[in-house]
């Protein structure tokens, strides 16, 4: 049976999609996100012989990640009475789809749902999908809230609510190349913009709501488990984390994942910094910069993603492009100039056009990359900043009453 969601609300350019109405979630431990020695050992539990795990779970990891399935039942190399125990003891449905949004330009917003897992009532997050010629990049979230405050971005608006799980982030990507038709024998939804050839999911960004790196074991994980050569299959260069400057975990970034780095800077003065990016206060922009220095595989093939984005009056002078320019001196850089894309509430306004372009000559004359990023979106507020969820974390009195009810 199909449920009709309307998406479109006060946006006419929503489109209203129709979206398998999804079970009841079930008390059961996953098996997504888990490593192939883990899977093993969660395999032992259920009375499979230990010579077996190895093989068993490179049997599953296929299935999950190569196959893309989410019921046991279509495991057909699997004995039945195997699927079965499966069944009976793990998990490895979908999350719930609360809503699907599309945009004119073709963009997607999906507003997953997860379980409560200490936040007292089940957590919602959101996930964008942006198809461009020749790739399709996934805007994955890594918290629901965030405790960043950053001043231009909705998502810090949100208090945190809690950390998505491993499970939780890999779900996002997952449930992205279901909808889109990216895994075998699956089908693309009739009219939908896509690459045109190769993966519909080919890029993913850790952009979406939330800090990655103050979730960051569980962001690793769910990494790692995607670039796996047998399964996702992702190119660690066709990933990107982004962080606000949590200093101590940047070189752990590259040296325990290995993806590309991309740095939220948006200013080149501290006491500016300490304003749109209130970590700055603990980390400066001299911290910061010498750890973008020292990431692992720095060079000019593996340059770091400097993203600024462009308010008016604020941050976008000719003496800031230059002051860009001699911060960034040194080092292997790509800047992304991002017009703000606005919020309800929010209390600045995106840069002119003509001030953007100018502010890029300087830049580009300088012999940096820094292409303006087409904002992509707005309408169903799926742009750079705009994501946002209304989950809130529940008072602890009010918490340990429902467990105990």
Not at 79 to 108: H, M, N, Y
Not at 112 to 132: D, H, K, L, N, S
Not at 213 to 228: G, P, T
Not at 331 to 349: D, M, Q, R, T, V
Request: charged share 25%; aromatic share 6%; net charge neutral.
């Amino acid at each position: 049976m199909a449920v009709t969601i309307d998406i479109a609300r006060d946006n006419p350019n929503a489109a209203t999609v129709s979206i398998p109405a999804s079970s009841p979630a079930e008390d059961k431990p996953t098996l997504i996100g888990l490593s192939r020695v883990e899977l093993g050992e969660a395999l032992g539990t259920i009375g499979v012989p230990q010579k077996q795990w190895r093989m068993r779970a490179s049997q599953l990891w296929h299935w999950l990640y190569v196959r893309g399935v989410s019921d046991f039942s279509q495991m057909t190399n699997i004995a039945k009475d195997l699927r079965q125990k499966l069944a009976d003891a793990f998990s490895i449905a979908r999350p719930d789809i609360v809503s699907e949004q599309i945009s004119v330009d073709g963009t997607r917003k999906w507003l997953f749902r997860f379980p409560p897992r200490g936040a007292g009532r089940p957590v919602e997050v959101e996930t964008v999908y942006i198809p461009e010629e020749g790739r399709g990049t996934l805007c994955v979230s890594s918290q629901v809230g965030c405790t960043l405050t950053c001043t231009f971005c909705h998502t810090g608006t949100q208090k945190l609510v809690r950390n998505l799980t491993a499970e939780e982030i890999l779900s996002q990507i997952l449930m992205a190349r279901d909808r889109l038709g990216d895994f075998p024998e699956a089908h693309t939804p009739q009219g939908a913009i896509v690459p045109s050839e190769g993966r519909l999911v080919s890029n993913i960004v850790m952009m979406g709501m939330g800090e990655p790196l103050y979730n960051f074991d569980n962001v690793k994980k769910a990494l790692l488990i995607a670039s796996d050569g047998d399964g996702l299959s992702l190119s660690k260069r066709r990933i990107t984390l982004s962080t606000s400057g949590v200093v101590p975990e940047i070189f752990r970034t590259g040296e325990e994942i290995g993806c590309m780095l991309a740095i939220s800077l948006h200013a080149v003065r501290d006491d500016l910094r300490d304003v749109l990016v209130p970590i700055n206060k603990k980390w400066d922009i001299k911290e910061l910069l010498d750890a973008c220095r020292a990431y692992p595989g720095l060079s000019n093939a593996k340059r770091i993603t400097f993203e600024y984005v462009m308010l008016k009056g604020v941050n976008d002078s000719n003496q800031d492009a230059l002051d860009l320019v001699r911060l960034l001196k040194g080092i292997p850089a790509k800047i992304n100039l991002i017009p703000f894309n606005p919020w309800p509430g929010s209390e600045y306004e995106c840069s002119d056009w003509e001030r953007i372009e100018e502010f890029a000559d300087i830049v580009n004359r300088a012999g940096y990359a820094s292409p303006i990023r087409t904002p992509r979106g707005r309408d169903i507020f799926a742009a750079c900043g705009q994501l946002k969820s209304a989950s809130e974390r529940m008072r602890k009195k009010d918490r340990d009453a429902l467990a105990a009810s």
